[in-house]
């Protein structure tokens, strides 16, 4: 599919360059008349494939395959729909600090372990990352905390899934660890990479 954005901004993050759209920004759709070159560019797919036992704290851009061990119930919290960032209660209405008042959306926070035989670490998957990994979508997410055997099927589900994680080391200072945060997801099986918005 072809995507011709205007009234965009971009972001650099973590290396890599991000578009950015706001309440003013177009998105057509297979535009007609347009021209697309495709280039070769592998940039997305680069990163350094590392065991877990090898991680270090400022590790970014890191690749580790492995297990899902353990999943954790799935958190949310209220983010601005426009910037995903988290929003802020006011006198009872969201705010995000660049857009103003909001109507808040849910977005997931899904934390497990994973392990490569080496060694096992606490990893995080945040929006569009958690949703890859539990194959399925934040409202349906939502949906399933009030029936804990839902969330039961989807543990079973998960649980012994191979899949490369792709993201960077941080250091947990209350607990004394390291922990991976999760930016993209290659499966195991398909050996494809599913691009997704970074954190």
């Known amino acids: ?12 993050n973590n290396g890599f360059k991000e578009f950015h759209l706001w309440n003013r920004s177009q998105i057509t759709v297979n535009p007609e008349n347009e021209t ?6 592998t940039n997305l797919q680069e990163y350094t494939r590392k065991q877990i036992k090898e ?13 899902i061990t353990q999943l954790f119930e799935p958190k949310f919290y209220e983010a601005c729909p426009e910037c995903n960032k988290k929003a802020r209660l006011y006198d009872g209405k ?6 103003g008042n909001i ?23 945040f929006r569009n990352t958690a949703e890859l990994l539990l194959d399925t979508t934040a409202e349906k997410l939502y949906e399933l905390r009030q029936y804990p055997e839902k969330i039961e099927e989807l543990r079973t589900k998960v649980l012994g899934k191979q899949v490369t994680l792709i993201g960077r080391v941080t250091k947990n200072e209350l607990f ?8 993209r997801i290659m499966d195991g099986k398909q050996n ?8």
């Open 55 to 67: 991680l270090q704290d400022t590790d970014m851009n890191i690749g580790i395959f492995g297990t």
């Open 1 to 12: 599919t072809v995507l011709k954005l205007k009234n965009c901004y971009v972001k650099e």
């Open 94 to 99: 969201f705010q995000c600090d660049t857009h």
């Open 192 to 199: 494809t990479i599913e691009e997704v918005q970074l954190s």
């Open 103 to 125: 109507t808040e959306k849910l977005v997931p926070i899904v934390n497990f372990f994973f392990d490569d035989g080496t060694e096992s670490i606490r990893a995080v998957a």
């Open 176 to 183: 004394d660890r390291k922990e991976f945060q999760v930016q």
């Open 36 to 41: 697309v070159i495709v280039r070769s560019n």
